[in-house]
């Protein structure tokens, strides 16, 4: 059990080093001269107006909501599916409440209108 | 000699990891050893082998688009195009546009090969060709390709460009959207494996999956085409619209990390849906052969058969991409909440229910043709409403919206389509669109040009 944990820490701890060493690599090589009209913030060839980081459309936001519903939902359901094999009919249908629950949340969400695209 | 044709045998049957037990003795040292090598030419395999991926993707969609494709660099089949560009993006500068939040933008194209590299640790390429046989395997995937999510993110805020930022935006809806059908319909192979290990999960496939749950293996190929951000969902860096959407302001290697990550993340994909669905490395038994020295020979086979069907779906990647044009974004999102996540809810529901029923001991083709039974009848079920729902929007269209559907599809639906058609012939026929007091459901009234 633990060994296996062993090859994904190697990994996590090697795998750096391959993106990292062609970007190095690119600043060794490439030429480096900054000026300020090169390092201008790319738009179609105008100036940029104003900030970045302004408000944004609040539709995204009320899909990450829906999306923790089912995200945590997902984290429940792996198990059951693993132990399958071992439960009975009563507990499988346990189950499928929950699945249930979880389709209500989506249909109360959608009769509200949150999955319309304004 | 004995030796270097042991060590030639161990490299060929795929089997080095015993050579080195079998000549130097094993224990943790050498264990850890073995994994860092390991570690070391998986890694190495992904990274050279996207410069391949690049080169068939471009010669595949050239040829669909009825162009050449690359034929310069490398001989008449431009097989070093890619090279060539990787060395150029080498030599090319770095840039940092000015006011950039220096640590997310650049963790972003490192984060992005992280996650798209460690994914290939739990992918069985034959049998003991496997970076670990993690128990949880598919979960493990699922945690780690979500990451890629909050890179879009970083790069999308840390590039201080309103293009990137609208396409981090859609990205990340896009991709998080997707993932709740992928994890569902991952489900299904998990219910019919009962264990979360990929190993297993092969194991498990005497007869693929893709013959138990079809449909669960067109929805996970859905979303993995929304995941990966390809065509027809790859609104997320629609040339026309946003440029180039997260990944505007990379330049050189740093953007070159982003197009690796990518390319990876189709072949893993791909490879995915091999493990899953299409019984893996299995060849008939013959990926065991173990040939008479003791040397697994059999792994080969196993290898080529796996690469073999990856390459296939890999082509099929490339052949939607040549195929669909783009979707807008309210239809994707409207078809994944009201149309996938749905539809795997009661895939999931019948899957669960259904394997429960049959009864112990049923041989594998009986309990294969039930599944099988029941994802066709959904399919037909769901193809059935889909076509009465289309024929109804379609009269209500056509009778000028007196009773509009309340889902999302029915919204641009007339605005085409609609009673344009009927109004200037002046037949005389009641028309209720454009007076503005009609119930129409909220929706903007349809005003109709009379000419």
Same mark, same amino acid.
């Given at each position: 059990?633990?060994?296996?944990?062993?090859?994904?820490g190697?990994?996590?701890?090697?795998?750096? /080093?391959?993106p990292?060493a062609p970007?190095?690599?690119?600043?060794?090589?490439?030429?480096?001269?900054?000026?300020?009209?090169?390092?201008?913030?790319?738009?179609?060839?105008?100036?940029?107006?104003g900030?970045?980081?302004i408000?944004?459309?609040?539709?995204?936001y009320?899909?990450? %909501?829906?999306?923790?519903?089912?995200?945590?939902?997902? *984290? $429940?359901?792996?198990?059951?599916?693993?132990?399958?094999?071992?439960?009975?009919?009563?507990? /499988?249908g346990?189950?499928?409440?929950?699945?249930?629950?979880?389709?209500?949340? @989506?249909?109360?969400?959608? #009769?509200?209108?949150?999955?319309?695209?304004? | 000699?004995?030796?270097?044709?042991?060590?030639?045998?161990?490299?060929?049957?795929?089997?080095?990891g015993?050579?080195?037990?079998?000549?130097? &003795?094993?224990?943790? !040292?050498?264990?850890?050893?073995?994994?860092?090598?390991?570690?070391?030419?998986?890694?190495?395999?992904?990274?050279l082998i996207?410069?391949?991926?690049?080169?068939?993707?471009r010669?595949?969609i050239?040829?669909?688009?009825?162009?050449?494709?690359?034929?310069?660099?490398?001989?008449?089949?431009?097989? %070093?195009?890619?090279?060539a560009?990787?060395?150029k993006? @080498? #030599?090319?500068?770095?840039?940092?546009?000015?006011?950039?939040?220096?640590?997310?933008?650049?963790?972003?194209? @490192?984060?992005?090969?992280?996650?798209?590299?460690?994914?290939w640790?739990?992918?069985?390429?034959?049998?003991?060709? /496997?970076?670990?046989?993690?128990?949880?395997?598919?979960?493990?995937?699922?945690?780690?390709?979500?990451? #890629?999510?909050?890179?879009?993110?970083?790069?999308?805020?840390?590039?201080n460009?309103?293009?990137?930022?609208?396409?981090?935006?859609?990205?990340?809806?896009?991709?998080?959207?997707?993932?709740?059908p992928?994890?569902l319909?991952?489900l299904?192979?998990?219910?019919?494996?009962?264990?979360?290990?990929?190993?297993?999960?092969?194991?498990?496939? +005497?007869?693929?999956?893709?013959?138990?749950?079809?449909?669960?293996? @067109?929805?996970?190929?859905?979303? +993995?085409?929304?995941?990966?951000?390809?065509?027809?969902?790859?609104?997320?860096?629609?040339?026309?619209?946003?440029?180039?959407g997260?990944?505007?302001?990379? #330049?050189?290697?740093?953007?070159?990390? $982003?197009?690796l990550a990518?390319?990876?993340?189709?072949?893993?994909?791909?490879?995915?849906? *091999?493990?899953?669905?299409? !019984?893996?490395?299995?060849?008939?038994?013959?990926?065991?052969?173990?040939?008479?020295?003791?040397?697994?020979?059999?792994?080969? $086979?196993?290898?080529?058969?796996?690469?073999?069907?990856t390459f296939?779906?890999?082509?099929?990647?490339?052949?939607?991409?040549?195929?669909?044009?783009? /979707?807008r974004?309210?239809?994707?999102?409207?078809?994944?909440?009201?149309?996938?996540?749905?539809?795997s809810?009661?895939?999931?529901?019948?899957?669960?229910?259904?394997?429960? %029923?049959?009864p112990? !001991?049923? &041989?594998?083709?009986?309990?294969?043709?039930i599944?099988?039974?029941?994802?066709?009848?959904?399919?037909? =079920?769901?193809l059935e409403a889909?076509?009465?729902?289309g024929?109804?929007?379609k009269?209500?269209?056509?009778?000028?919206? =007196?009773s509009?559907?309340? =889902?999302?599809?029915?919204d641009?639906?007339?605005? !085409?389509? &609609?009673?344009?058609?009927?109004?200037?012939s002046?037949h005389?026929?009641?028309?209720?669109?454009?007076?503005?007091?009609?119930p129409?459901g909220?929706?903007?009234?349809?005003?109709?040009?009379?000419?």
């Amino acid at each position: 059990m633990l060994s296996d944990w062993q090859y994904i820490g190697i990994f996590v701890a090697l795998s750096p /080093i391959f993106p990292l060493a062609p970007v190095v690599l690119n600043r060794l090589l490439g030429p480096h001269r900054p000026n300020p009209v090169k390092q201008q913030t790319y738009e179609c060839g105008i100036e940029t107006v104003g900030d970045t980081w302004i408000q944004f459309k609040v539709q995204y936001y009320i899909y990450a %909501l829906v999306f923790v519903i089912f995200d945590i939902e997902a *984290v $429940f359901l792996f198990p059951i599916a693993v132990a399958y094999g071992q439960l009975d009919l009563f507990a /499988i249908g346990a189950a499928v409440l929950f699945i249930f629950l979880l389709a209500d949340g @989506l249909i109360y969400a959608w #009769s509200r209108g949150v999955l319309e695209w304004v | 000699m004995n030796n270097i044709l042991d060590l030639l045998w161990s490299l060929l049957s795929l089997s080095f990891g015993d050579y080195l037990r079998r000549t130097f &003795g094993s224990g943790p !040292g050498m264990e850890l050893f073995i994994d860092i090598l390991s570690v070391v030419a998986l890694s190495t395999f992904c990274l050279l082998i996207v410069i391949f991926l690049i080169w068939l993707e471009r010669k595949l969609i050239a040829r669909m688009q009825d162009r050449i494709g690359p034929n310069r660099v490398g001989g008449r089949y431009g097989l %070093l195009q890619t090279v060539a560009d990787v060395l150029k993006l @080498l #030599s090319k500068e770095v840039i940092n546009p000015a006011g950039v939040d220096w640590v997310p933008f650049n963790l972003a194209p @490192l984060l992005t090969v992280i996650a798209a590299l460690l994914v290939w640790a739990v992918i069985p390429f034959a049998p003991g060709v /496997i970076g670990v046989d993690l128990n949880i395997g598919v979960f493990y995937i699922m945690a780690i390709s979500s990451l #890629s999510v909050v890179v879009l993110l970083l790069a999308g805020w840390g590039s201080n460009n309103k293009y990137a930022l609208l396409g981090a935006f859609r990205a990340v809806a896009q991709m998080v959207s997707y993932e709740v059908p992928m994890l569902l319909a991952l489900l299904v192979p998990v219910i019919l494996a009962r264990t979360m290990s990929t190993k297993g999960i092969i194991d498990a496939q +005497a007869i693929p999956f893709l013959l138990y749950a079809p449909l669960s293996a @067109l929805i996970f190929y859905i979303s +993995a085409l929304a995941e990966t951000g390809r065509t027809p969902f790859d609104l997320l860096e629609a040339e026309s619209e946003i440029v180039a959407g997260f990944h505007i302001e990379y #330049s050189g290697m740093k953007f070159g990390m $982003f197009f690796l990550a990518e390319f990876l993340g189709y072949l893993f994909m791909s490879a995915l849906f *091999v493990t899953l669905y299409l !019984g893996g490395y299995r060849f008939f038994g013959l990926e065991n052969w173990v040939s008479a020295g003791g040397y697994p020979f059999g792994r080969l $086979f196993g290898l080529i058969f796996f690469f073999t069907k990856t390459f296939i779906l890999y082509f099929v990647f490339v052949w939607v991409r040549g195929t669909l044009p783009r /979707i807008r974004v309210d239809q994707l999102l409207d078809y994944n909440w009201k149309f996938l996540v749905p539809l795997s809810l009661v895939l999931i529901f019948l899957v669960a229910i259904v394997d429960k %029923l049959i009864p112990e !001991g049923t &041989g594998q083709f009986m309990r294969m043709a039930i599944h099988l039974a029941v994802n066709l009848g959904l399919g037909f =079920a769901t193809l059935e409403a889909l076509r009465r729902y289309g024929q109804r929007n379609k009269t209500t269209a056509n009778s000028g919206a =007196a009773s509009p559907p309340s =889902a999302g599809h029915g919204d641009h639906a007339p605005a !085409g389509h &609609g009673p344009a058609g009927h109004v200037p012939s002046g037949h005389g026929e009641p028309v209720q669109t454009d007076h503005g007091d009609m119930p129409l459901g909220g929706r903007e009234p349809i005003t109709v040009p009379i000419h």
